[in-house]
Each structure stands twice: as structure tokens, then as C-alpha cells.
């Protein structure tokens, strides 16, 4: 049975930052890809970022490329989502997800795996 456990949403200012944080347990993370993909109210829930557990493969929407980083910490089996110079239109539910192979993939079909969510709300 895999877990994922997301923490660290919360309110912030526009320009402000916030770590997000996905730990895995349940089953052993080798190069798995995993990704982050948020969904604001009345919207489908759409990619974000990704990137395989060894941290050698990433990519990112274009919406945050340069604001947001992603990366992983194998020893703690956890994928964080760093996210700088916040706007109000990054607000919504952000998720984590894990797939059963390594490539990096957009789609949330292609994750088999995934967290409960936490809150994020940029305040202008």
C-alpha cells in the first residue's frame, strides 16, 4: 500500500514562498517519477512539475518555470516543490503523485499514486 503525505500549504502574501513537502512510504521509490499537480476551484487538476525520485530527470509547466523548483530527498523518500515569487493565481489544492516508472510524464492519467492534498492561497 503506497502513502503519500503532503505538508506545508498554507496563506501567503503574493511574492512570498512556501516548501511544499510529499513523503512516500509503503513500498521502496528507486527512480520512480513523481510529480506535483494542483487544482484550483471550478478548474481540472493540472500538472505542475515532475521529476524521477533519483533527481536527474525534471520537468515543469511553463506558468512557474523559474518560480518553482522541484526536488527530492532519497534518504527521507520525500519530494519537495519550492515555490517562489507566489501570485495569486498559483491558489489551489496542490497533490502529490507517484507513478510506477521513471519517465517524468504531464498527464495525471499516467499517476497510480496519490496524496490527499494541501491548501496553497496566494493573497494579492
Do not use: H
Amino acid at each position: 500500500q503506497v502513502r503519500l503525505v503532503e505538508s506545508g500549504g498554507g496563506l501567503v502574501q503574493a511574492g512570498g514562498s512556501l516548501r511544499l513537502s510529499c513523503a512516500a512510504s509503503g513500498r521502496t521509490f528507486n527512480d520512480n517519477a513523481m510529480g506535483w499537480f494542483r487544482q484550483a476551484p471550478g478548474k481540472e487538476r493540472e500538472f505542475v512539475a515532475a521529476i524521477s525520485f533519483s533527481g536527474l530527470n525534471s520537468r515543469y509547466t511553463d506558468s512557474v518555470k523559474g518560480r518553482f523548483t522541484i526536488s527530492t530527498d532519497n534518504a527521507k523518500r520525500t519530494v519537495y516543490l519550492q515555490m517562489d515569487s507566489l501570485k495569486p493565481e498559483d491558489t489551489a489544492v496542490y497533490y502529490c503523485a507517484a507513478a510506477n516508472w521513471v519517465i517524468p510524464t504531464t498527464t495525471k492519467n499516467d499517476y497510480q499514486y496519490w496524496g490527499q492534498g494541501t491548501q496553497v492561497t496566494v493573497s494579492s
